[in-house]
Structure formats: structure tokens, C-alpha cells
């Protein structure tokens, strides 16, 4: 069966300081993949999502940058943090754009 | 563009009764699909049920049911018997199924259900 790990799970970080969450999908090839976040209280905002190796689009602009070295893997980045960009991230995955099932997500603290 | 409405903030119901979590959208495309995902407190987002713009059949899954009224363009989440543990936010979402944002998920701003014993 498919699984999807994010981790950490918490992370409190300094303005400026960098960060890398990372999301990995077990169980399936070629998925997409999506980065969202939801600020508290709020829906989900899409961030960026990935069909394939190296290629990704991004839905607004923003701090953050994405990567996906590896089929399977998801990276969300930034080279300095800003107070704007705490918030709950979280990762999912669907085949061919189908349901999305999300991972545990991360809360990010910026202070 | 593509929009979901979910217009009740917070709902409460008795365990064992039903509920009905209201959600309707807005969309120019013939081809579509409506979602609904619980979230608890831990923060997870559960997917629940799905619903393809042209299935004639409202969805279920177990307790979890999809009155889909395309007419009207709305997609109810009526949750039977409900237990405690239902007690979450409920986010409705619905794909765009045309474009660049192909499998890209829109979700509305959530009714946080509250089931009392």
C-alpha cells in the first residue's frame, strides 16, 4: 500500500535561517506532487506541485522554492525564513491528478 | 477561476444523529470532481469521499455520504450516526480538471464539527 512521510513534524526556526522540509511517497511511481499551506484557521493554499523528476510549478509567489530530485521525493526550501512564512505545510500525492492524500504535515514556527 | 463556499463555520450535532455539512462551488468546467477531507486536531487531512461531475450516483462510504445536486452546484456531506470521534474541521475541495493546473485541488475554508454526547 501507498504511504507519504513528511517529517519533522514541528520545527522552530529564526528569522533568516534556512529551511528543508522533505516529503517522500512510498508504494507508487511517478506521482504527482504538491506542497500546500494553511495558515490557521484557513483552507489550504497549493504552493507548488510536480508531475515528474526536476519539474515543478509554482502557484504563487513567494520565499519558498521546491525541488524533486527523485521520483518519490519532495523537498520544500528556503534560504532565509521570514516571520510570514510560519504556518502548517503539508505534502500530498495523487496518480494522474486523481485523490490526493496527504502526509502528517509540519508546523513551522518563524519566530 | 474555480471556487468553493463552505458557509457554516461550526456546526454542532448530538452523537448517533445526522449532520449535513454544507459546501457548493463554482466552476465553468463540464468535467470536475468534489472532495471532502477531515482534519483533526492533529492536523492530518483524511480523505473521505469523492464525487466525479458526472456520476450519476451520490457517492457513500460507510457513514460518509455525498448528496451531489449538479443543478444547484452544490456537494452536501452528510455524515450519518455520528461518533465523538467526528468531532474535526471538514474541508470541502474540488479538482480542476482542465489546464495547467490539471489534479490541482481548490478547497474551501473549512466547518469545524463539534459531536456532543
Known amino acids: 500500500s501507498q504511504t507519504i512521510h513528511q517529517w519533522p513534524a514541528t520545527l522552530v526556526q529564526p528569522v533568516g535561517s534556512p529551511l528543508s522540509l522533505e516529503c517522500t511517497v512510498e508504494?507508487?511511481?511517478?506521482?504527482?506532487l504538491y506542497w500546500y499551506r494553511q495558515a490557521a484557521g484557513r483552507g489550504l493554499q497549493l504552493l507548488f506541485y510536480s508531475v515528474g523528476i526536476g519539474q515543478i510549478s509554482s502557484e504563487v509567489p513567494q520565499n519558498l522554492s521546491a525541488s524533486r530530485p527523485q521520483d518519490r521525493q519532495f523537498i520544500l526550501s528556503s534560504k532565509k525564513l521570514l516571520l510570514s512564512d510560519s504556518g502548517f505545510y503539508l505534502c500530498?500525492?495523487?496518480?494522474?491528478?486523481?485523490?490526493?492524500?496527504f502526509g502528517a504535515g509540519t508546523r513551522l514556527s518563524v519566530l | 477561476a474555480q471556487k468553493i463556499t463552505q458557509t457554516q463555520p461550526g456546526m454542532f450535532v448530538q452523537e448517533k444523529e445526522a449532520v449535513t455539512l454544507d459546501c457548493t462551488y463554482d466552476t465553468s468546467d463540464q468535467s470536475y470532481g468534489l472532495f471532502w477531507y477531515k482534519q483533526p486536531s492533529s492536523g492530518e487531512m483524511i480523505f473521505l469521499i469523492y464525487q466525479g461531475s458526472y456520476d450519476e450516483q451520490n457517492a457513500t462510504e460507510g457513514r460518509y455520504s455525498l448528496n451531489f445536486q449538479k443543478a444547484r452546484k452544490s456537494a452536501n456531506l452528510v455524515i450519518s450516526a455520528s461518533q465523538l470521534g467526528d468531532s474535526a474541521m471538514y474541508f470541502c475541495?474540488?479538482?480542476?480538471?482542465?489546464?495547467?493546473?490539471?489534479?490541482?485541488?481548490?478547497f474551501g475554508r473549512g466547518t469545524q464539527l463539534t459531536v456532543w454526547p
Open positions: 508504494g507508487t511511481s511517478n506521482p504527482n
Open positions: 500530498a500525492w495523487s496518480v494522474l491528478g486523481n485523490i490526493q492524500y
Open positions: 475541495a474540488m479538482r480542476a480538471d482542465r489546464g495547467s493546473t490539471l489534479g490541482r485541488l481548490y
